[in-house]
Structure formats: C-alpha cells, structure tokens
C-alpha cells in the first residue's frame, strides 16, 4: 500500500486522537467523538470546511478613543496605546483558539503565521497584525501563490521586512531574500559562492527591484504604489530560474504584473512545491524526514499541489487521510509546542477560572496564558526572526529545540500550578485550579482507578501507558493500599457529593494524579 | 564540644525560669537573642518521617502484656502469643519480629507512644491520612500539610529566591515518586520526591512493552534526559549521595526490604552534607482485612513481616547514622493514618480503626513508653476501638518545639492552637506524670459503676487547665463533661448518661501535666 493511499486500517478512538492532536490544540473529548462519528475521509472533510469568520478583535478595557468592549481594528493608530492593543489581539487570538470547533483552521492560521512570519514588535501597529491574522486565517485553506501575492502587498510584511524602504535608488533586499529563501522555493546547496542552486545572489537583487515601489498606507492600511521609487527596467534572472526575463513595468498595473511574473516564476519551480510540503510536514507530521519519507511522501504531495495549481486544501486533505500519517510511527513523535501545551490542558480540562464572563477578566486570563506561552519560546505575533519559530527550520535540532533545561521547568511549572500549585492570573489574586471532579468526569468510569488513569492518559498523551507507568499513577493515588480502596473513596463522595470531608480527599488524590501524569515526558509529547 | 552541645547546654538556663508555668505560651517566646541561638542550635536537625500505609494494627504492634487475657480474648484468631511477645516493660511488648527495636528501647533509642490518634476517627484511608498530614480536627479540611507550614515558616517565601546560599538543599525530600500532601506549603509544594538519586525518574521512564513508535521513544527520551538534567536540586543531592557512603552491614539486600532501601538513601544523602530537614519515606501493606498473620488475599505480606521490615530498617538506619556520625542530628518518627479495631474479624484480619501507637526513635530520644495500654472492654463489639489518649498533633507540637527549637506562639500558628506537649526529646518539655504512674486511671473515679442513670465523677488534677470529655467505644467525643482551670485537688462532677445507649464509654481528663483515661459502662 503506498503511504499516500488513504488510510484503511483501524479508526479507533487511537487514531482518531492522532488525528485530533495534530490538526488542533490538546484533546477535547467531544472532538474524538466527531471524528469517529463517519469514515477517516469523512472526519478530515470535517476539519477542512469552511467555517464563518470570528468578529473583529475588541478592546477589553478602555484604549484611548475606544471605550470597552468596541472594535479598534477601524479606529486611527494610537502611540499610547498600541502595545495594549497588540495584547487585545493576543487575547483575542488565544480565544478564537480555545473556542473553537472542529476545525484545521486555527492550525492552519497559525502554520501562516510562522510560514510567513511577522513581529508586532517591528510591525508597530496592532492594526496591522490583527489584519494579517484575519486574512491568513480567511484564506488559511487557499491557494499559496494567492497568499504569497497578498502578502508581498500585506502593510504589516512592508513594514517587517522593509519591503516599504525599498526603492529604486535604494533598493533593499531583504524581502527579495526572504520571499525565497523563507517563504517559497528555500535555499538548496551553496554550490558556489553566492549560488544557492534554487536561486543566486543576483535573483535575491533582481526581486528587489521587481518589488521596488511600494509602501504602507496607515490609513488605508493597504499597499500604496509610488511609481518613481519603482525600477522600471527589465529584471535578468540567473540559470536557476532558466534566465528569465521580467519586463520592467511603467506604472502601478505594470509593477504589479512585474510581482506576478515573479511569483509565477518562482512557483513553476519544483523545488518551491518541495519545500512548501517539507515545511507543511515538519509542522504537522515529523521533523525527521526519511529518504523514504522524502520519496513515498513528500514528492508525491508537491506533485499534487503543483498539480493542482498551489491550492493546499487538496494536499491537507491526502496528507491527514493518507496510510502514512496513521502508522504508529508518526504517532507521538512530535514534541508539544508551548501553544498546544498552554491551550491543550484547557481546552481538555476547562478550567473555570479561565473562562469568566467578564471581558476584561477574561483578557486577564488569557494575558496570563499568553505569557506562558511566550516564555516557553512561542509567542503570539512575535515570532523570534522573519524564519519563525526554529522547531519548524532550525537542523538537526527542530521541535526538541522547545525543550530545553529551562523551557521544561516552566512546561511543566505550568501543569503543576494549574493541577495543585495555583495557576495566579494577571490582577487576579485568587489562584486557579483545574476543576478536578470535572477532570474525573471526562472518564467513562472514574472510581476505577485503571479506567481513570488510561483515560487521563488518553486525554493527555498520545502513546499508552506500560504496566509499571500505570502503577506508578496508581500508586499517587493509593499509596500501596489495594484498588477497590479507590472505589470505595470515589463512592463515597458519589453518595454525598457536598460533603466536604468525602469530598476533599478525592480532590486531593485526583489532583495529585493530574499533577504526577502532566509532570510525565508523555505530556510533553503528541 | 560540638557548637550544638554548648548551645544546648547553655539555652535552658536561661529558659529554665519560664519553665515552672507548664506550658505557659509566653514563657517560650525567647528574645530575638535567643531565638537566634535557638535555631542555629537546630538548625541542623532533621527529622525522618515513616508514614506505614494503610493503618497499621497498633494491637498486635505494641502488645498489651498488663491486659494480655483482655487482648487476647479480643481477637483470638490473630493474637501474638504471650510467651513470644518482646517484653519491653511490665505492661507492653513488641510484636515478636521486632528484635531490633526491642534492643533500640533496651539502649534508650526508642520512645513508644501509646494511643495516638484524634477526637473522632475517620475510617477512610484517603481522609485520615489527610487529617494525619494537614493536622486538622476530624470536621475540618486544610489543604496545606504540617511540614510545609513549618518549613515555610522556617524558610519565609520559598520557592522564591531558593535555593541559595543559605539554603542550597532541597527544604524536604520525599524518597518515592510522589510528594508526600504533608509537604504542601502555603505557596509550593516545599517537597522533592526521589525515586533513587542515581537513577531518578526511574519508575516513568521503564521501556515499554506497549506499541509505541520508535521515534515517539526517541523524543520520549530526550525529554527524559533533559528533565533528569534540570532539577534544580539535583545537582547538590547527586553530590550529597555520591560523597558518602552507607557504613551499616545491618541494612538487608537491596530491594528485600523496601523501607531499609529508603532510609539508606537518606542516610547517605544525610552524611553527604545536605541541609534538607525532612526526609519523608514509606512502608505500604498495612491494609490487613484478612489472613493478617499468615498473609493471603487482602494482605499479602504478613503484618509481621511488615513489622520485621520495620524493626530490621530502622534499626540498620541507627547504626549507619552511629557510623556515619551524624546520629545526633536525626529524629525518626513512624505513623499511620489509623489503627485497626480492637476485635478481630472472622477473616484473619482487623479493620479500620482509630488510635495506636506510634514510635520516635533516635539517641535524643527520652526512651520509655508514653501513656499506658488501651483498655479493652472484657465483650468486645466489632465496633470498639481503641481510644485515643494522645492527640498527634500534640506529638507534632513536641517535635516542633523541642527538635526543631519552634517558639510556642508560632506552633499555635502552625497548628492552628495549642496542644499539650509531650516528653519526646531529650532536655525538651518537662516530663509529664505518665513516665512514673503506671496506673492509667490515675485521678478518675465514676460512682456507682456500672451507671444506670447518673453518676458522680471524680478527678484528681494537678494544677491548670483541664478538659474531661466522653468518647464513645468507637473514639467519638461525643461531649465535653467540664473544661476549665483547677487549683488542683479533688473535684466531684455529677453528671447523667440516661440518654446513652448503653455500652462502653470512656472519660478523657486531659490536663496540665497529661491525660488519663477511665473506661465505664453504660447500663
């Protein structure tokens, strides 16, 4: 059976959360049931439709001119304001995020934003990457070219890469560079000085000058056209891109036909379709790429986008049905990123105190989250440099560049706080708490203390756990006394549920147990 | 002289006037000057915890030799044969697998304390044994353990800031893979666990037999290697265990007895310099339902194999610690969430019960036995417990106060009031009455006996405060009788217990220099 052969074998709750765990954020129990509910084809067209647009982000707390709860996307640019208002879009983003349905898209929008990478830092403009994330996460199943085109034209990428410096007297290189080397076609083997066998030194100066001309509007927030900052000569392009020729256009429609042809030129390349699908793969299946890998997988997806003219929804779709994507081997092999970390034990285990009713509380919740995240290296909107985040570049190293001595403390400080230390909220002083009944009722029989730790582990890790693992969790919860004794606990609290003294010590255990299984190298994995 | 010997030989002159009020709060708040000696006087005492889960049988543990026909008939099944028990004193003995803690008490290493436990006992495992780790009242649920109130009144603001200098050493260390409840602080947990300080993590990491990928294994790994490699405490506790080594040929084979195999470690991470207070360690198996002495279904290890593990381990953990030469330093301390029920089933086994004994060990102990054998009621109900005579957190309070030098105002803190001391350490709190009287029922009296209707109650207190309540067979309190202050002397108490069922009760009188206990019988 080849690897890209849709998939035949088993669909079992298994493969279901395989599956659920890499095209979403952690494991909602609910999300299991709907893949299972048709075929594999089935559960993937799922993820891949269509879904409406989220609102615009709002201000949580009064911003300069916008009073609580409005919009700001459409208000003018506030100095003052502006690095609270890029922590409007964070929450916001965090909130598409957690609330989801059963859906790739928010995956997929964030695949975009690593991909084509931006930093709110440089951009300086929360408008500006609020609108970059809306359009990566309308187009977040579209055509690459498309989207590639439209953001050469995005004013928050003219800003990041200097994009609107560049001018005929001027030019600058630096988008030229990164469009391919980054965003497209990559760097194949130095081969000479300067020549990178893609593409040389003297295409990323020949790009340059096809994208001369261009600048942000910030109050259109669109690409405006200067016609004589633009290079109106014809652009030569070395033998990589078979010397092509790009005729110099005069005026705005011609500048624009110029980026066309250069995208168009890039895009005919094979080895732009390889690289695109490497970087879909390492994101979503394996950092490690095998010869076989490369020849059973990886060619025959380029082919298919190429063949279907750079719509990525087609090569989604063969990947997360494909026989490969469901063998044991890929399952479990990617380390967690902070982002399906921080938001996958919410979103599996709801805790209240992160979804008050109050906009500005749940700002405070989800800053809090966001900090976690940005200190375990993956922040929203600010991805470390223009290559984003280096699990998804950096060689040999990839995802386990997440875990380091530092990161792994703060990993797991995290699941620790949130399970039995106290998760301590931005201006909140109460800490929270996973609500551990609530955790205990996502099991099919939680007063069997097998049936609760398999469970759990179902939720939380991506392999199964051995015989000795499960005796260890056992033993948090029961010292060494015999199994029934959890039973007879769990009953207890069952027949008298406001009875703090029933009640507490099953707390206790429960949260013990979350706390020992999150704190396990199976947590860090999925 | 050892700086610690000076200080201690000098600190009780000074305290030695405020002494002569008992247990007068304000006579143990020292000056700062004092306090400072104080700690530094202990800041180097540890205290090793042995929690035996499961509710270990107090009975056939520390047997009563003064009430043997009483105990005996109580539980015929299962009762230690007079003529094997270890004699200790005329009125108690061991269990006859205990040789090693027999010789321990014979060299004044040991202090056995009879009939620990608290008002009103919790039968459940999960409860009780929260109760033991959060020091609450039986009603009441605290969600910070003992130790970590006390260590985090010890070491204000920790995890902040530590480790440092000062403090490089883990504040707690839990030998085992989960960290003990009785750690949790007001802020952190202040524990460490340790499986083994040479192969840590070792019980998650076993290779799997179930299908996993080769290349999840892969990343399961480095995940692995690098959280061996980041625990901040690990560095100086691989150091410790790697600088000294165990001196003892008493310990056992390794991983025969699984509590010797602990209190190794702490042996050797002790004498290899590090400056964690609380070392916390386990022994499982004292659930015995059933077949309790020939082991079977519902108690696979015979409970006296469970008491030799004891006996032989803590035993060999003394001499290391005489070897290494630290064993001035360190206090241990056993405990189990309860005792079991006076009569035995018709399994072989005993069930959840109330208070038992407990044992302090060490060469600072006062050696001895504390309290006196539990009363038996001559027809034993299924129901009948042993009643509590000491409440353990006046155990915690003692070892808080004289090991660990606590001012009297902040262990009132840490334990939420009072409790009254008990002679646990050597030059600690004064010795209470219960060292020389051998008569349990000292100062109580009920007339006429049996009661029908009412009664008249007698005590005899010393000086103080006092407080007489009524416990039910199964270790309810179920009233408070009379509370107040004497000026000591004989007091007459009418008091009515038409409304009782009838059966056993016993009367408490807790007082300034300790408690006694007087069984009656409701008609």
């Known amino acids: 059976m080849a690897a890209l052969d849709t998939y035949t074998g088993p669909w079992t709750r298994r493969e279901a959360a395989h599956l659920v765990r890499r095209t979403m954020f952690g494991l909602r129990p609910e999300d299991v049931t709907t893949a299972l509910a048709g075929t594999v084809s089935e559960a993937v067209d799922k993820l891949l439709a269509s879904s409406p647009p989220p609102t615009d982000p709002i201000a949580y707390t009064n911003s300069g001119a916008v009073t609580a709860g409005n919009e700001w996307m459409k208000a003018s640019y506030d100095s003052g304001t502006d690095a609270q208002r890029v922590t409007f879009a964070q929450s916001w983003w965090i909130d598409i995020m957690l609330q989801q349905g059963f859906t790739l898209r928010e995956k997929m929008t964030l695949f975009w934003a690593n991909h084509l990478a931006t930093g709110s830092n440089t951009v300086k403009d929360a408008r500006y990457i609020a609108q970059q994330n809306i359009y990566l996460r309308a187009n977040a199943f579209g055509n690459i070219k498309t989207i590639v085109r439209d953001i050469t034209f995005d004013p928050a990428m003219l800003r990041y890469l200097s994009g609107n410096t560049n001018t ?22 130095e081969i000479q000085p300067g020549n990178y066998t893609n593409y040389t030194e003297a295409d990323v100066k020949a790009a340059a000058r096809v994208l001369t001309g261009w600048t942000d509007d910030a109050t259109t927030r669109t690409a405006k056209f200067n016609a004589g900052n633009h290079d109106t000569s014809d652009k030569t392009f070395s033998a990589a891109y078979g010397n092509t020729v790009i005729k110099g256009g005069k005026d705005e429609a011609g500048a624009r036909r110029e980026i066309d042809d250069l995208l168009a030129m890039i895009f005919a390349q094979p080895a732009t379709a390889l690289f695109l699908v490497r970087k879909l793969y390492r994101f979503f299946v394996d950092y490690k790429i095998s010869e076989t890998t490369e020849a059973t997988v990886i060619v025959p997806l380029a082919d298919l986008l190429r063949s279907n003219n750079y719509d990525v929804k087609p090569v989604l779709r063969a990947l997360f049905t494909s026989t490969h994507f469901y063998d044991t081997e890929r399952i479990g092999c990617m380390i967690k990123p902070p982002i399906d970390l921080v938001l996958g034990v919410v979103r599996t285990f709801q805790p209240p105190d992160l979804f008050p009713a109050e906009k500005n509380k749940m700002h405070w919740a989800y800053r809090t989250l966001r900090k976690t995240m940005a200190t375990a290296q993956q922040d929203l909107f600010n991805p470390p440099n223009v290559a984003g985040w280096p699990a998804y570049y950096q060689e040999p190293f990839f995802h386990e560049i997440w875990i380091n001595a530092d990161t792994l403390q703060k990993r797991v400080k995290y699941t620790n706080d949130l399970s039995s230390d106290g998760y301590l909220l931005d201006e909140a002083y109460e800490k929270s708490y996973i609500d551990e009944i609530y955790a205990a009722s996502l099991v099919s029989e939680p007063g069997v203390i097998t049936t609760l730790i398999t469970e759990w582990a179902f939720l939380l890790f991506p392999v199964p756990l051995n015989d000795s693992q499960i005796e ?3 033993n948090v919860v029961l010292s060494g006394l015999p199994d029934y004794e959890w039973s007879v606990e769990w009953g207890d609290y069952v027949n008298d549920p406001t009875n703090d003294a029933k009640l507490q010590p099953v707390r206790t255990k429960l949260r013990a147990l979350l706390r020992f299984m999150m704190g396990m190298a199976e947590h860090q994995i999925c | ?17 405020f002494l002569i009020n008992g247990y007068a709060v304000s006579a143990y708040r020292p000056s700062p000057l004092l306090q400072a000696l104080e700690q530094s006087a202990c800041d180097d005492h540890i205290l090793v915890l042995i929690q035996l889960n499961g509710g270990n049988d107090g009975l056939n543990t520390v047997i009563p030799l003064d009430n043997y026909a009483l105990y005996n008939a109580a539980r015929t099944n299962i009762a230690i044969a007079e003529n094997t028990v270890l004699k200790l004193t005329n009125e108690v003995g061991l269990h006859p697998q205990m040789t090693q803690m027999q010789q321990m008490f014979a060299n004044g290493q040991l202090r056995v304390i009879n009939g620990v436990g608290y008002p009103t006992p919790n039968y459940s495992h999960f409860r009780s044994t929260d109760i033991w780790l959060t020091a609450s009242d039986y009603d009441q649920v605290i969600e910070t353990g003992w130790m970590g109130r006390f260590l985090d009144y010890q070491y204000p603001g920790f995890p902040e800031n530590y480790p440092n200098p000062a403090m490089p050493d883990p504040l707690a260390i839990q030998i085992g893979s989960v960290i003990s409840g009785g750690l949790e602080g007001p802020k952190a947990n202040m524990g460490m666990a340790f499986t083994d300080p040479t192969t840590y993590f070792n019980i998650v990491n076993g290779r799997t037999p179930v299908p996993i990928g080769q290349r ?9 290697k690098i959280g061996v490699q980041i625990e901040q405490f690990a560095t100086p506790v691989k150091a410790a265990a790697a600088k000294a080594k165990n001196k003892s040929t008493l310990y056992p084979t390794a991983k025969t007895n699984p509590l010797a195999d602990q209190l190794k470690i702490v042996a050797q991470l002790i004498a290899g310099g590090l400056k964690t207070r609380i070392y916390v360690v386990n022994l499982s198996g004292f659930d015995t339902h059933s077949y309790q002495t020939t082991g079977g279904a519902g108690s696979p290890t015979p409970h006296g194999t ?10 060999a953990f003394q001499d290391d610690l005489k070897l290494l030469g630290i064993q001035d330093r360190v206090l241990g301390m056993t ?3 309860f005792g079991r029920r006076i009569k035995s089933n018709s399994s072989g086994g005993t069930d959840h019960g109330a208070a038992a004994p407990l044992f302090v060990f060490g060469t600072n102990v006062v050696s001895g036995v504390l309290g006196s054998t539990p009363d038996i009621p001559t027809s034993v109900s299924p129901e009948d417990n042993v009643p509590m005579q000491f409440d353990f957190r006046s155990v915690y309070a003692s070892l808080l106060k004289d090991w660990f030098c606590v001012p009297q105002q902040a262990i009132s803190d840490l334990l939420y009031r009072d409790f009254p001391l008990l002679s646990i350490v050597k030059g600690g709190s004064p010795t209470s009455i219960f060292d020389e009287v051998v008569d349990r029922h000292a100062g109580l009296t009920v007339s006429p006996h049996p009661v029908e209707h009412s009664c008249t109650i007698s005590m005899n207190a010393p000086q103080g405060a006092y407080r007489m309540s009524m416990f039910d067979g199964t270790g309810r309190e179920i009233a408070v009788i009379s509370e107040g202050t004497t000026s000591g002397g004989a007091m007459q108490l009418p008091y009515t217990m038409s409304a009782f069922s009838s059966g056993t009760y016993y009367i408490r009188l807790q007082h300034s220099k300790g408690v006694a206990m007087l069984p009656v019988i409701k008609q």
Request: with cysteine; aromatic share 8%.
């Open chain 2, 216 to 224: 999840a294994g892969e990343e399961l790994d480095f995940v692995r």
């Open chain 2, 1 to 17: 002289m050892k700086r610690r010997d000076f200080i201690k030989g000098t600190a009780p002159a000074a305290l030695l006037p």
């Open chain 1, 472 to 474: 260890a969790c056992k």
């Open chain 1, 168 to 189: 005929k007297k001027q030019p600058n290189e630096n988008y030229a560079r990164e469009l391919q080397e980054l965003f497209t076609i990559g760097k194949g083997p």
């Open chain 2, 306 to 315: 469970l008491l030799s593990q004891l006996s032989v381990a803590v035993n």
């Open chain 2, 335 to 337: 405990f189990s969430e």
